[in-house]
């Protein structure tokens, strides 16, 4: 069956350091990856997309690679700030419309 | 303005009870969406509209019902609530396949 594993349900690390969350996913052939952050009470916010022909996307100090062949998908947060923890998600478009989510990991930023 | 915004927040109801959440998007988006998150935290898909029309419907029991009467409202009936009803509901509009969903800020349903 299909499925969506992240690397872990919680991640903590040291300020300054790079965060690096991990996405696997099996029986899946997603067309793109997306990562979304939600803090608590509120709802996802979108983050990142990258295609399956895309290797890596970047944007400000987030990054984004996708490996089709692993089948994984790793997000990373360099230079972390405390205001980056939260719980991070990746989600894969299998179809037209359809956005599968992970169950999350929650990243906490120690200062 | 808030992008997607759906009412209420909270909604606590008794058993058997029939109870709607609404949502509404100013971001003339073509697909709404309505997703359930559980107790830990995981995200299901349940309903996508697209141009008023259902695209997607998950196994979901069908005292759930989505109501959508333009491309800017998705509507959430709900009957004879039970118990493990209890979740929050996230509303979501995208436009494109290949930009990111925008979800409004969830209903929090309890059924006591």
């Known amino acids: 069956s299909q499925k969506i594993e992240q690397n872990s349900e919680a991640l903590n690390i040291q300020e300054g350091k790079t965060a690096t969350l991990t996405c696997n996913y099996t029986?899946?052939?997603?067309?793109?990856l997306q990562w979304y952050r939600q803090d608590p009470g509120r709802g996802p916010v979108f983050l990142l997309l990258?295609?399956?022909?895309?290797k890596e996307k970047r944007k400000e100090r987030l990054k984004v690679t996708f490996d089709t062949t692993l089948k994984q998908s790793l997000f990373h947060i360099t230079a972390s700030q405390p205001a980056d923890s939260a719980t991070y998600l990746c989600a894969l478009a299998l179809s037209s419309r359809q956005l599968t989510f992970g169950s999350g990991t929650q990243l906490t930023v120690l200062p | 303005d808030t992008a997607v915004s759906q009412t209420p927040k909270y909604l606590v109801t008794q058993m058997g009870n029939d109870k709607s959440i609404k949502c509404e998007q100013n971001l003339g988006h073509d697909t709404m969406y309505w997703y359930k998150q559980d107790s830990k935290k995981f995200l299901k898909i349940m309903f996508s509209y697209n141009n008023k029309e259902l695209i997607i419907n998950e196994t979901v029991p069908n005292r759930f019902s989505p109501k959508s009467p333009d491309k800017a409202h998705l509507n959430l009936h709900i009957n004879s609530l039970e118990l493990g009803d209890s979740a929050v509901y996230f509303c979501a509009s995208s436009q494109d396949d290949q930009y990111g969903y925008t979800f409004g800020s969830g209903t929090r349903l309890t059924v006591v």
């Open positions: 029986n899946y052939s997603p067309a793109y």
């Open positions: 990258i295609r399956e022909n895309e």
